[in-house]
């Protein structure tokens, strides 16, 4: 069995591979990046190649000791999710990557002060689309999304977008609940259905969680009147109804939440 001293020799050996790696994969993200910018027939295989590297990048962060890394890519993926279309974008690309490499050379992961910081510093989406509300955000309002891949996500997401929240994207719980410790987001919307639990075990795991506490909670869900496992969830979570009509109730939860200028109730 190696020594304590050995072990932790194996362990900081690992961690200067991946740093070596990282730097690698991120000169190949670059190049991606400028082939998307250029906006030829071809784009959409640099997306896709950038999209990898990306996701190799994220899923090895973490397991050698940089969970900073994982989460800066994690949040470049949900960026690239919310856009239409990325080749106006780049310069936003380029930003993520610029942080990640920083990490990668220093060589150490961040204190959660220095994290945060970093993280406030990152590119926001943005839509020009008409909103569900006039008014602006009366502040910097970030939004988890803990759903499934999939066209009502999609949906959700622009409407929230066009809102001026900042994203974020979940399909399982425990990944959600993970991002949401490192995040602190103001709001966690899930579908009731995850691929590891329901919405309500979610949303009631969170709720009891300290630091998650006072949040606020939304959950859609196709059967609003007859499920028993909504008696479970917090007071004062938002259940809406899966489909077209969710737009209003929403609305008006935001405003009477107090994230908007002319909110009714705040707190």
């Known amino acids: 069995m190696p020594s304590t001293s050995q072990v932790h020799s194996i362990i900081d050996r690992l961690s200067e591979e991946f740093r070596d790696d990282c730097l690698h994969m991120l000169e190949d993200c670059y190049t991606a990046i400028r082939g998307i910018g250029e906006a030829g027939t071809g784009w959409k295989n640099h997306l896709m190649e950038l999209q990898r590297q990306i996701h190799s990048i994220k899923g090895r962060g973490g397991t050698f000791g940089f969970p900073a890394i994982s989460l800066i890519t994690h949040l470049m993926e949900d960026f690239m999710e919310s856009q239409d279309e990325l080749t106006n974008h780049t310069y936003a690309l ?85 991002l949401a410790l490192m995040t602190k987001p103001d709001i966690i919307f899930s579908s009731f259905v995850l691929s590891d639990m329901s919405g309500v075990d ?66």
Not at 145 to 163: D, F, H, T, W
Not at 234 to 263: I, N
């Open 202 to 267: 979610l949303i009631c795991a969170a709720h009891g969680i300290k630091a998650l506490k006072n949040i606020r909670y939304i959950l859609m869900t196709t059967d609003v009147e007859k499920n028993p496992d909504l008696s479970e969830l917090p007071a004062g979570t938002l259940v809406l109804k899966k489909g077209t009509e969710f737009a209003a109730p929403l609305t008006e939860a935001l405003m009477d939440w107090g994230f908007f200028g002319d909110s009714k109730a705040k707190g």
């Open 94 to 178: 380029d930003a993520f990557l610029y942080q990640i490499r920083e990490i990668a050379i220093d060589g150490r992961n961040p204190e959660d002060n220095e994290l945060q910081d970093i993280l406030r510093g990152l590119p926001k989406a943005v839509s020009h689309e008409p909103r569900m509300v006039v008014e602006r955000p009366s502040r910097e309002v970030s939004v988890m999304l803990a759903m499934p891949k999939n066209v009502q996500r999609k949906i959700i997401g622009r409407e929230l977008l066009s809102c001026g929240f900042g994203l974020s994207f979940n399909a399982d719980g425990i990944a959600a609940l993970k």
